[in-house]
C-alpha cells in the first residue's frame, strides 16, 4: 500500500465533513479498495454507529486561536474606527464646501439671502416674492435692499437652483439700477440677458394701484388690487435689446388714475 492506514484514518473526518481536497479524497477512495479494514472503519463511520475519535488539540495551539481571535477582534475595532473617521471627514469636507464655501442653505429664501451678503450686499435683505420660472428646482427671489452706508433702498433679483437637498445662489444677481422715485422699487429679470426682459416694480405706497409701462409701441399694465403678490412682475415682448435706442417709461398711478409716480427702465442701445 501506498500510504499507511493511520494516514488514511486522519483523513477520514475531513473527507466525512467534506473538506478534504479532491486529491485526498481520491487517496483515501484508492486506500479503501486495497484496504478492508480502512474500508470497514469508513462505513462504520458513515453509518453513524461509531462516532469519528476526537482530535486532542495542543495546548499551545489552543493559545494560538486564542490570540489569532484577539488580534482578528483588535483588527476589526481598528478598521471600523479608521472607516468612520473616513466617513465624518468626508462629511464634514462636503458640510463645510457646501454650507461655507458654496452658501448652501435648505431653502431657497435663505439661499439668496446668503449669496447676497457673500456678493458684498451686507445691509438688511427682506425677501418679499418668490418666483418659479421653471420646475420645483429653481426660484426667484425679490429682495428688498437697504445700503448699510448710504441707507438708500433698492430692489435685488436672484436666481437659485436646488441640488439634492441644498439651494445654492445661481452667481446671478440682477441689480441694474432703474430709476424708480421712493414708494416704487424696480429691477430687472436676474436672467434677462439670457432669457427674458422682464421688470419688478415693488410698490411701498399702499395708494398704487395700477403700474403702467410703455416701451416702443407696446403698452402694459399692472393691477395691483388683483393681485395678492407685493410685486408687480411685466414680461416685454420684445426680447433681449430687441429694441434699439428705446426707453422703457410708465406711471404708478392710484385707484382714480391719478399719477403719483413717474417710472423709466433702461435705454437699450444697439450692441
Not at 434677462?192 to 421688470?199: I, N, P
Not at 388690487?225 to 410708465?250: F, K, M, N, S
Request: proline fraction near 4%; aromatic fraction near 10%.
Amino acid at each position: 500500500m501506498k500510504y499507511e492506514c493511520d494516514v488514511i484514518r486522519d483523513l477520514m473526518p475531513l473527507c466525512a465533513e467534506g473538506m478534504a481536497s479532491e486529491a485526498s479524497e481520491r487517496t483515501m477512495q484508492a486506500h479503501l479498495a486495497e484496504c478492508k479494514d480502512c474500508a470497514a472503519e469508513w462505513e462504520s463511520y458513515k453509518d453513524g454507529s461509531v462516532p469519528f475519535p476526537e482530535t486532542e488539540v495542543p495546548e499551545e495551539t489552543k493559545q494560538y486561536a486564542k490570540t489569532a481571535k484577539r488580534v482578528k477582534r483588535k483588527h476589526i475595532r481598528l478598521l471600523a474606527v479608521a472607516v468612520l473617521t473616513t466617513v465624518i471627514v468626508l462629511v464634514g469636507i462636503m458640510a463645510v464646501n457646501t454650507f461655507v464655501i458654496a452658501g448652501g442653505r435648505f431653502t431657497a429664501h435663505e439661499a439668496a439671502r446668503t449669496g447676497l451678503k457673500k456678493n458684498r450686499f451686507t445691509g438688511n435683505v427682506e425677501i418679499i416674492d418668490t418666483f418659479f420660472p421653471a420646475d420645483n428646482t429653481e426660484r426667484i427671489c425679490i429682495a428688498h435692499y437697504t445700503d448699510p452706508e448710504t441707507n438708500k433702498e433698492r430692489l435685488l433679483s436672484t436666481y437659485t437652483f436646488r441640488a439634492g437637498i441644498c439651494w445654492f445662489l445661481g452667481g446671478i444677481v440682477g441689480d441694474i439700477e432703474i430709476p424708480a422715485e421712493k414708494g416704487v422699487y424696480a429691477v430687472t429679470h436676474p436672467l434677462r440677458f439670457s432669457f427674458y426682459d422682464c421688470y419688478y416694480y415693488y410698490a411701498t405706497d399702499p395708494a398704487v394701484q395700477e403700474i403702467t409701462l410703455t416701451c416702443g409701441d407696446d403698452t402694459y399694465s399692472f393691477q395691483l388690487a388683483q393681485d395678492a403678490d407685493p410685486i408687480c412682475q411685466i414680461y416685454l415682448e420684445h426680447r433681449y435689446r430687441t429694441i434699439v435706442d428705446e426707453t422703457v417709461t410708465g406711471t404708478a398711478c392710484d385707484a382714480d388714475g391719478n399719477v403719483l409716480y413717474t417710472l423709466q427702465g433702461e435705454t437699450w442701445v444697439a450692441e
